[in-house]
């Protein structure tokens, strides 16, 4: 597979307890590759999207843009509703949801999403371990499936349209090692979520972060 290594300087944006704003250069390395010939799963030779067509490195720096113009005013579930459009976006997902935890009741909460039916964000609830996205947060680590429902973990959500979504990745939000949240996309496409994938997404999680834990 014919790969090149594309480096583009970006900016970090941290945001400090009492809301001030210090910024940083960082060097972001991204994969960019050829399309790929993937294996559907009825042993077809389908094409996959590539990193490129993704573009995860334009997509770091502009979370990074966003986490340093958040609008303390606007709110948290505006910077995250804008999250995640941006994340589906650049990724090329058909879905892109953001789970928040909350140690009280020890859940995650659904707190902005693209792609499923919206009635459900600020309703549905997943215990800490439930689901695949419950798994990502209790194991700290991240999931990626080529088809969701082969993870025995699945669990369907009735009325969230999910069910034509077949590839899941999901990321935890960690603020030194503490839960914050699930960081999660879905598509269509059978085995869509690279490895490059994996690693531009858990660059975001940790850039969403601190303001979802100062907000």
Known sequence: LDKQLQ???CYRYTIGQEGTETREK???????????????GRGRNEPRMSDFQKDNVALMCDIGELVGLFDFEAGLDAFLAKAVSTVA??????VCSIFLYEPETQELVLRANQGLN??????????????ITGMTLKEMRPV???RATDNPHFKHIPGSQEERFVSFLAVP????????????????????FTPNDVQALQVISS????????A
Do not use: T
């Open 7 to 9: 480096r583009l300087l």
């Open 26 to 40: 960082v060097l972001f390395l991204g994969m960019k590759s050829s399309l790929a010939a993937g294996i559907d």
């Open 89 to 94: 976006w650049h990724m090329r997902a058909a």
């Open 118 to 131: 919206p009635d459900l964000v600020g309703r549905l609830r997943l215990k800490n371990g439930e689901g």
């Open 144 to 146: 990626c499936e080529a």
């Open 173 to 192: 939000i960690l603020r030194k090692m503490n839960p914050v949240g699930v960081i999660a996309v879905q598509d269509p496409q059978w085995n869509y």
């Open 207 to 214: 850039q969403l972060a601190g303001v979802i834990e100062n």
